[in-house]
């Protein structure tokens, strides 16, 4: 029988690349994320691409109601879920903190504290069940050091690192591996989601990097997840050449 990859935040970016990284390996993918198109996209291409099957499950991370009903409803032969990437989240504006908007704070705490929370605790309730999982969280170098005009964002991601920790204690005993990956600066579509569609600023963000792509994450994530059952990586942190951490570059003059 073929493994059970969950992956939210499967329509772009990391989410995305980690699809196809465990189609390609043969793995059954069950795939969120709230732009419903590119699911069904993403899913007729992988199957038809890999042999695989894939269960699209559209919902809101933010939504209690629509995350815990959703995973409880998995028909029976996808709940024994070998791997969650617990990927969506986003980051919106970068500002200083007193001239930030409240409503970014707020979607980015729903987001990536709440929806990050409610995804992992609904999975790990099937994972006890089945007695055997994995559980991927996706913090970031933010969450490691706290730049000027990241905090709110950086905030969510040391809450990541909090609960990436919790996790690994708390659920020791049912013996679920637990992962924290904290990438650095990676080309995707997070910088122009955070800068609201604004492409000319998402793009300054890379100027002088060659950053981390989409596919080097997938690239880790999918050998953490196939290690050797006695063996779990906890947290690794991972950044271009040109990155020291959240705060130290070395970009080439263009
Ligand atoms: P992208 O913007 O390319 O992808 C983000 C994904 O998250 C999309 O599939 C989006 O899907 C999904 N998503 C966002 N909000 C929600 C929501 N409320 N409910 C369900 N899905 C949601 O960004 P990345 O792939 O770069 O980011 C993925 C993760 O990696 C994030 O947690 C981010 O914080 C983290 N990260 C990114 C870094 C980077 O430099 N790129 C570095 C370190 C960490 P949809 O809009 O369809 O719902
Ligand atoms: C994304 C990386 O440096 O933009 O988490 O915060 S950074």
């Known amino acids: 029988m073929s493994k059970i990859v969950f992956i939210t935040g499967a329509t772009a970016g990391f989410g995305k690349a980690c699809a196809e990284k465990f189609a390609a390996h043969g793995y059954d993918l069950i795939l969120n994320g709230r732009r419903t198109e590119r699911l069904q996209e993403l899913a007729d291409t992988l199957e038809k691409k890999y042999n695989i099957a ?23 032969d996808w709940q024994k879920i070998d791997v969650l990437i617990n990927n969506a989240g986003l980051a919106l504006g970068r500002d200083y903190f007193e001239e930030a908007d409240l ?55 040391y809450a990541a690192d909090a609960l990436n920790q919790a996790m690994r204690i708390d659920l020791l005993r049912h ?8 990438p650095g600066a990676a080309e995707t579509e997070f910088s122009i989601v955070r800068f609201k569609g604004d492409e000319v600023t998402a793009k300054k963000i890379y100027d002088g990097l060659k950053p981390l792509t989409a596919e080097d ?17 906890n947290d690794l942190s991972v950044t271009c050449i040109q990155q020291a951490n959240a705060i130290y570059f070395n970009r080439q003059k263009v």
């Open 217 to 233: 994450i997938a690239d880790i994530i999918y050998y953490c997840a196939t290690l050797p059952p006695h063996v779990c990586i």
């Open 54 to 76: 894939a269960l699209q499950l559209p919902f809101d991370v933010q939504d209690e109601k629509a995350v815990f009903e959703s995973i409880q409803n998995i028909p029976a």
């Open 175 to 182: 013996q679920i591996k637990v992962t924290a990956i904290n």
């Open 103 to 157: 409503g970014d704070w707020n979607t980015m705490i729903d987001t990536n504290v709440k929806g990050f929370l409610y995804v992992a605790k609904a999975v790990s309730q099937l994972m006890v069940k089945n007695k055997q999982g994995h559980i991927i969280n996706i913090g970031s170098v933010a969450g490691k050091e706290v730049y000027e005009k990241g905090n709110v964002y950086c905030a969510t991601k």
